[in-house]
């Protein structure tokens, strides 16, 4: 890998994972600073946060989350340690393949962040109905942003055409195709 952006990510500690007992947070320390790379990752699909003035961002992965920062990883639900070493060096990699094309892309500038439950919520057909499994749609809701349900799961969104626009709505904060 001569002339890479990054040589590695060195794991520097790990942490319990409070999401999920027995799994543990990866903390990771890059080899030079992701500063450069950061705006170009941010225009990646799984990017949920993204703050152009803290050169932060978090992306989704299944399960849990990576946060990158200039100086500093943390990969969330990671297994063990040798997990989180894996996903280190995939991390490595992707970054380096992100900074290889950044020709082809527009750096991010603007802050990105994840629809909040509350503004799921307010375009669900709030019936409480049951049928997606959880008690409200307000939990429905959580589920959403948590990745732990998905819009089709809504019976009410999938039946009412009187529902189309809200349903639009919600692929569209939820960054769905239709």
Same mark, same amino acid.
């Given at each position: 890998?001569?002339? /890479? ?6 794991? *520097? ?21 992701? /500063? ?14 993204? @703050? ?15 946060? !990158? ?13 040798? *997990?989180?070493?894996?996903?280190? &060096?995939?991390?490595?990699? &992707? ?5 290889? $094309?950044? &020709? *082809?892309? !527009? ?5 990105? =962040? &994840? ?11 709030? +019936? ?7 008690? +409200? ?6 589920? %959403? !942003?948590?990745? =732990? $349900?998905? %819009?089709? *799961?809504?019976? !009410?969104?999938? @039946? ?11 692929? /569209?904060? %939820?960054?769905?195709?239709?």
């Amino acid at each position: 890998m001569n002339g /890479a952006f990054l040589k590695s990510i060195a794991l *520097e500690r790990t942490l319990p994972c409070l999401a999920e007992p027995g799994k543990i947070i990866v903390v990771g320390s890059p080899s030079r600073s992701l /500063a450069d790379v950061i705006p170009f990752l941010a225009t990646l699909p799984n990017v949920i946060v993204y @703050n152009p003035h803290t050169l932060s961002l978090t992306l989704r992965r299944h399960p849990g989350l990576i946060a !990158v920062e200039p100086e500093r990883v943390s990969i969330t639900q990671v297994a063990d340690g040798s *997990e989180g070493m894996e996903l280190l &060096a995939s991390l490595t990699q &992707a970054i380096n393949a992100t900074w290889e $094309h950044r &020709a *082809e892309l !527009v750096a991010a500038t603007g802050q990105r =962040r &994840a629809p909040r439950p509350l503004d799921i919520w307010a375009l669900l057909p709030q +019936t409480n109905c049951r049928e997606c499994g959880e008690a +409200t749609c307000m939990a429905f809701a959580f589920g %959403l !942003v948590q990745d =732990r $349900h998905e %819009l089709v *799961e809504c019976a !009410v969104l999938a @039946n009412a055409d009187a529902m189309y626009d809200r349903k639009l709505a919600l692929q /569209a904060l %939820l960054g769905l195709s239709p």
